[in-house]
């Protein structure tokens, strides 16, 4: 792993904030790698104690920001994933009464250390899948005020945890103060696409990045590039809302973007986009009485590349 900027996991933060000193600033469209390295600290301790209320240390915290020269509001910023690189192990945890399977885990939490070696990950003594490494966790910093790393998301990002943040993927983001600041966390080894638990195979690790500008290009919500799609992100809620806005961004995308025609648009869209739930952490505010449920959706929209040719 080569990289011009090394940022170490002493570095993580536990919210995105305007109000955050940059740890690095960068010309954008030069090229220069970018490496951040990410913490499974909160995760080892909770294993060690077994218990969430001895636990102190932060809770997915996300490294940065990176102030990146020339961005202002409403423009985008283009973050590359070049790589990501594991360590030699992951953790499963169960936390009570989060995630879909709270009511058949019970009261009391659990955790395994996950083994992760010649690209696989040991999930059971019999069972072991691929690695599939991705960042949970990215976003650039709210006009005002903090977003959490945890929930929900928002519209510069945040806990999205979404599988095709990988590496090859580039991240369309959202600028909302000058410089956009940039941070990223929450490495998974590998994750089910909806993340049922509300935890993935989670691990530490570095994700290795570059930043291009789009100026005044603004987006309303992210969106990622993959070598054979494009995906856009839906934030709302109920989820039928959520699902009408990214299919809405999709069809600007098509129709304002690309010159399609409105009623071209609505067809293919019909024949060729597929819509799925991304990750467990919604999109509005949860009760402060219960802050691991989330409310409203994540939800993910992929246009097929070959419709653009």
Same mark, same amino acid.
């Given at each position: 792993?080569?990289?011009?900027?090394?940022?170490?996991?002493?570095?993580?933060?536990?919210?995105?904030?305007?109000?955050?000193?940059? +740890?690095?600033?960068?010309?954008?469209?030069?090229?220069?790698?970018?490496?951040?390295?990410?913490?499974?600290?909160?995760?080892?301790?909770?294993?060690?104690?077994?218990?969430?209320?001895?636990?102190?240390?932060?809770?997915?915290?996300?490294?940065?920001?990176?102030?990146?020269?020339?961005?202002?509001?409403?423009?985008?910023?283009?973050?590359?994933?070049?790589?990501?690189?594991?360590?030699?192990?992951?953790?499963?945890?169960?936390?009570?009464?989060?995630?879909?399977?709270?009511?058949?885990?019970?009261?009391?939490?659990?955790?395994?250390?996950? *083994?992760?070696?010649?690209?696989?990950?040991?999930?059971?003594?019999?069972?072991?899948?691929?690695?599939?490494?991705?960042?949970?966790?990215?976003?650039?910093?709210?006009?005002?005020?903090?977003?959490?790393?945890?929930?929900?998301?928002?519209?510069?990002?945040?806990?999205?945890?979404?599988?095709?943040?990988?590496?090859?993927?580039?991240?369309?983001? &959202?600028?909302?103060?000058?410089?956009?600041?940039?941070?990223?966390?929450?490495?998974?080894?590998?994750?089910?696409?909806?993340?049922?638990?509300? +935890?993935?195979?989670?691990?530490?690790?570095?994700?290795? +990045?570059?930043?291009?500008?789009?100026?005044?290009?603004?987006?309303?919500?992210?969106?990622?590039?993959?070598?054979?799609?494009?995906?856009?992100?839906?934030?709302?809620? &109920?989820?039928?809302?959520?699902?009408?806005?990214?299919?809405?961004?999709?069809?600007?995308?098509?129709?304002?973007?690309?010159?399609?025609?409105?009623?071209?648009?609505?067809?293919?869209?019909?024949?060729?986009?597929?819509?799925?739930?991304?990750?467990?952490?919604?999109?509005?505010?949860?009760?402060?009485?219960?802050?691991?449920?989330?409310?409203?959706?994540?939800? +993910?929209?992929?246009? *097929?590349?070959?419709?653009?040719?």
């Amino acid at each position: 792993m080569t990289v011009d900027h090394l940022l170490g996991k002493e570095l993580g933060k536990g919210a995105f904030r305007a109000d955050e000193e940059p +740890v690095l600033r960068i010309a954008p469209g030069t090229g220069e790698r970018i490496g951040f390295q990410t913490s499974d600290a909160w995760y080892a301790q909770l294993h060690e104690l077994q218990a969430l209320d001895r636990v102190t240390e932060q809770v997915n915290p996300v490294t940065g920001p990176v102030y990146v020269e020339g961005a202002e509001p409403g423009d985008t910023l283009a973050v590359t994933v070049h790589d990501i690189v594991l360590g030699e192990h992951g953790w499963s945890v169960y936390l009570p009464a989060v995630g879909a399977l709270q009511r058949r885990m019970g009261g009391e939490p659990m955790t395994r250390r996950v *083994p992760l070696e010649d690209g696989f990950a040991q999930l059971t003594e019999t069972v072991s899948v691929p690695v599939a490494p991705m960042i949970g966790c990215i976003g650039t910093a709210p006009a005002e005020g903090s977003a959490s790393t945890v929930m929900p998301s928002y519209a510069g990002g945040g806990n999205m945890d979404l599988t095709d943040c990988a590496p090859g993927t580039t991240v369309h983001l &959202p600028v909302e103060v000058d410089g956009a600041l940039l941070s990223l966390g929450d490495i998974h080894a590998v994750m089910a696409r909806g993340e049922s638990s509300f +935890v993935a195979i989670e691990a530490a690790g570095t994700a290795v +990045v570059t930043i291009d500008l789009l100026k005044a290009r603004p987006l309303r919500a992210p969106r990622l590039e993959t070598s054979g799609e494009w995906l856009f992100v839906g934030l709302g809620d &109920p989820v039928q809302e959520s699902i009408a806005r990214g299919y809405e961004d999709m069809f600007d995308f098509l129709v304002k973007d690309h010159g399609w025609s409105p009623a071209d648009a609505y067809v293919v869209m019909s024949a060729a986009a597929h819509s799925e739930l991304g990750g467990p952490t919604g999109s509005e505010q949860p009760d402060p009485l219960h802050p691991m449920r989330p409310v409203g959706a994540v939800t +993910v929209h992929r246009l *097929p590349k070959s419709v653009l040719a």
